[in-house]
């Protein structure tokens, strides 16, 4: 089997990566954001071959991000997806909720960190 590499980028090459994938004939696996400190990590995954790659960009929370779906349409599912749910900015989605993708209780829920200390979510 054959070692996964993720290949850090930055936020300006986000859109040529992905044309560069689109041009090779890949196709748009998945967008994942996770939340490691004060920082955001996202990953865009692309395949062809079943051989994946994959990019990752490090953010902050004010960062702004720009949409690949203007490359790959489908895009805009994740995006919206890490803007409702972690609060990142991603400009120019070709299908934008402007934050109403997802219904949550709280604003943002994945950009907050809740510790064992609280109470009032552990005993809902």
């Not at 299908?95 to 829920?109: L, R, S, V």
Request: charged share 25%; proline share 2%; hydrophobic share 35%.
């Amino acid at each position: 089997m054959a070692t996964q590499e993720i290949t850090p980028i930055g936020v300006g090459d986000v859109v040529t990566k992905a044309q560069e994938a689109k041009n090779s004939g890949q196709r748009l696996v998945q967008i994942g954001c996770t939340k490691v400190g004060d920082d955001f990590e996202i990953i865009y995954t692309y395949d062809k071959e079943y051989l994946l790659t994959n990019y990752r960009i490090t953010v902050k929370q004010d960062a702004v991000i720009p949409s690949i779906s203007g490359v790959y349409w489908g895009a805009f599912v994740y995006e919206n997806e890490i803007h409702d749910l972690y609060g990142l900015t991603v400009t120019g989605i070709n299908i934008d909720f402007k934050g109403t993708f997802y219904k949550t209780a709280i604003k943002h829920p994945f950009s907050v960190t809740i510790t064992k200390e609280d109470d009032a979510c552990q005993n809902k």
